[in-house]
C-alpha cells in the first residue's frame, strides 16, 4: 500500500486515509477512512488488511491496556506534582506569616512588659502617696 494508487476514494472524491482501530474485536487492525469520519458528511468505510489471530488481539489489547494505565498513571503523578508545588507555596506563604508574627508577638510581648513596669511604678507610687496621706492624716 505503498503507493498512493492503491489507496481507495471516498464517495466525496477525498483519497481514504488508512487508521488503526483501538476497539475489540479489531484492536490493532487497520482501515481505510474518509477524512470525515468522525463528522457529517460521507462515510467511507473499509479494511486494510484481514482480521488479526486471536493472539496478536490478545497481546495488542494487553499492550494497550499497560499503556492506558501507564498514561493514567502518569496523569495522576502529573496531578500530584502540581498539588504538590501548590502544597509548598502555601507552605513558604504560611511559614512567612509565621515568621511574621512570632516577630508581632515579640513586640507585643515587649509592650506588655513596658506596661507591667509602668504599671508596677504607678502602684509604688501611688503606695507612698497613699502612705504619705495616711501620715499626714493621722
Known amino acids: 500500500m505503498s503507493d498512493s494508487t492503491d489507496y481507495p476514494y471516498c464517495y466525496c472524491g477525498l483519497r481514504a486515509e488508512i487508521r488503526n482501530s483501538w476497539k475489540t474485536p479489531n484492536c490493532g487492525r487497520r482501515f481505510f477512512s474518509c477524512l470525515h469520519w468522525n463528522g457529517v458528511g460521507y462515510k467511507y468505510f473499509g479494511w486494510v ?76 507610687l501611688l503606695r507612698i502617696l497613699t502612705d504619705d496621706e495616711k501620715m499626714m492624716n493621722s
Open 49 to 124: 488488511e484481514p482480521p488479526l489471530c486471536a493472539r496478536a488481539q490478545h497481546i495488542i489489547l494487553g499492550l494497550l491496556k499497560r499503556l492506558n494505565e501507564m498514561e493514567e498513571s502518569t496523569k495522576r503523578a502529573d496531578i500530584e506534582k502540581v498539588e504538590l508545588l501548590k502544597f509548598e507555596e502555601e507552605n513558604k506563604k504560611l511559614k512567612k506569616l509565621n515568621l511574621e508574627f512570632e516577630e508581632e508577638n515579640k513586640k507585643l510581648k515587649a509592650e506588655i512588659l513596658k506596661l507591667k513596669n509602668e504599671s508596677t511604678k504607678k502602684t509604688r
